[in-house]
């Protein structure tokens, strides 16, 4: 069968959105040495993917950067010559392709529209499965296995497999050492007992069991409780949990939040956090092009596919190298400055200079424009700066000369009159008439 042959089948066999149910519980994992040593040991899905959606779910460190992780692609601008109409699909295809970076997997769906066009959906991820390193899903009840022609999935090595070992270390801490919360429990306790008989050990020892929070324990009056303590402290612990919470952002988006920076070097640390943060959001928009090309070339199309990554934060430095380089004769030309800043070609391009050095021609000049430029005006030109002065005189205060000046010349420009004032100031201060 030929590509076109194939491809009109698959379409002619599309079926309306698939609607799935919930993965079941029993699918779920925990999080334990074993479960990480597997995912890390394996780096297959079957034992990643519910690793991750685990993590994700349970450590709120963790879902917050994953959600600004593919956030900060899928709220971008971007732009593609398939026309409006694929605009859903390539959202999807976009949103699938970082979420694969993110978490190592993504599916979707091909379906047919209402309008009888091709449709893309990006499966959630609390509808998959895996049994035997393959995606399932349950459709109506049926279990159906995802794969082509009318799933795609999308593959790439996961950011969170990095962050496994210090996820698990953080929450084993929290589980062991959460001081803080001591209102669910009590520490370890330690009794003496100031009689030696059998019922009143037993009824210290009831006491000692009833000790939880909101309920109390009695003892006699010479009987001692003591409570049992580790050596490390709560600053340490919080410490702890910041410098994990610290590295899971730096790994997952290459920055710290502000709260997590030491007050020491946090100007210097944001800015190279700030670099990191840009480079891999190059990479991941790199990574959805290629997927959305990819997709449609598949199917004879060139999307050509342009994400609008926050070059705003760069114009500023660019504009200044510019304004630097046009002194020694160097400047764009209207193609190229319309792609190095992201604008529309414009429709006169007579003011741009298009070489560098460029001899200027002379303009051509009419008998009305030799007139006015030959003429000499120096008489008309004396009276003006007489006028000017006698005002300066006559006031008291450089608000009187502004008002008076306005009132002589109701036509001029305003900042015309204050441009000559400040230059007759100057020349009095020079002059010492101030």
């Known amino acids: 069968m030929k590509k076109t042959d194939a491809i009109k089948y698959m379409l002619g066999s599309l079926r309306p959105r698939g609607d799935y149910s919930k993965t079941d519980i029993q699918n779920y994992s925990e999080l334990s040495s074993g479960k990480i040593r ?47 109409d694929e605009n859903e699909n390539i959202e ?14 993504s599916l979707i769906e091909l379906y047919l ?76 306790l330690i009794g003496n007992s100031a009689s030696g008989d059998e019922k009143v050990i037993s009824l210290m020892a009831e006491a000692f069991k009833n000790l939880r929070s909101g309920s109390y324990g009695v003892f006699g009056p010479n009987d001692t409780v003591k409570v049992l303590e580790g050596r490390g402290s709560q600053a340490d612990f919080m410490e702890f949990v910041r410098y994990c919470d610290g590295e899971i952002a730096k790994v997952i988006n290459g920055s710290v939040l502000s709260s997590n920076i030491s007050s020491t070097g946090s100007f210097a640390m944001s800015k190279v956090h700030d670099y990191n943060r840009k480079e891999i959001l190059a990479g991941d928009v790199k990574f959805a092009a290629r997927e959305v090309q990819n997709f449609y070339k598949t199917f004879g199309k060139k999307a050509d596919l342009n994400i609008q990554i926050e070059k705003d934060s760069d114009l500023l430095q660019r504009a200044q190298v510019l304004s630097i ?21 414009p429709v006169n391009n007579s003011n741009f200079k298009l070489e560098k050095n460029a001899k200027e021609k002379r303009l051509f000049l009419d008998e009305i424009d030799k007139a006015a430029f030959s003429a000499n005006t120096k008489d008309e030109e004396a009276q003006i700066e007489k006028a000017i002065l006698d005002i300066v005189k006559n006031a008291d205060s450089f608000e009187e000369v502004y008002e008076n000046m306005l009132q002589a010349f109701p036509g001029a420009d305003i900042d015309a009159i204050e441009d000559t004032l400040e230059k007759i100031i100057a020349n009095a201060h020079i002059k010492g008439m101030l």
């Open 38 to 84: 597997a995912a890390l040991l394996t780096k297959n899905q079957q034992e990643m993917f519910s690793v991750f959606s685990l993590i994700e779910d349970k450590d709120s460190s963790v879902g917050a950067e994953c959600e600004k992780r593919i956030s900060s692609i899928t709220n971008k601008f971007f732009t593609h010559s398939l026309g409006e």
């Open 325 to 345: 380089l046009h002194p020694m004769g160097y400047q764009m030309s209207p193609k190229d400055m319309a792609k190095e800043f992201d604008l529309p070609e």
């Open 113 to 188: 529209k209402d309008d009888a066009s091709l449709g893309v959906s990006k499966v959630d991820r609390e509808f998959i499965r895996f049994e035997e390193n393959k995606p399932h899903l349950n459709v109506k009840g049926k279990d159906v296995v995802a794969k082509p022609p009318f799933y795609i999935s999308i593959t790439a090595k996961p950011v969170l497999l990095k962050v496994l070992w210090i996820v698990y270390a953080k929450h084993y801490v929290l589980s062991q050492y959460l001081k803080f919360t001591e209102f669910l429990g009590v520490p370890p």
């Open 92 to 105: 999807e295809l976009i949103k699938a392709s970082v979420e694969a970076r993110v978490f190592g997997f």
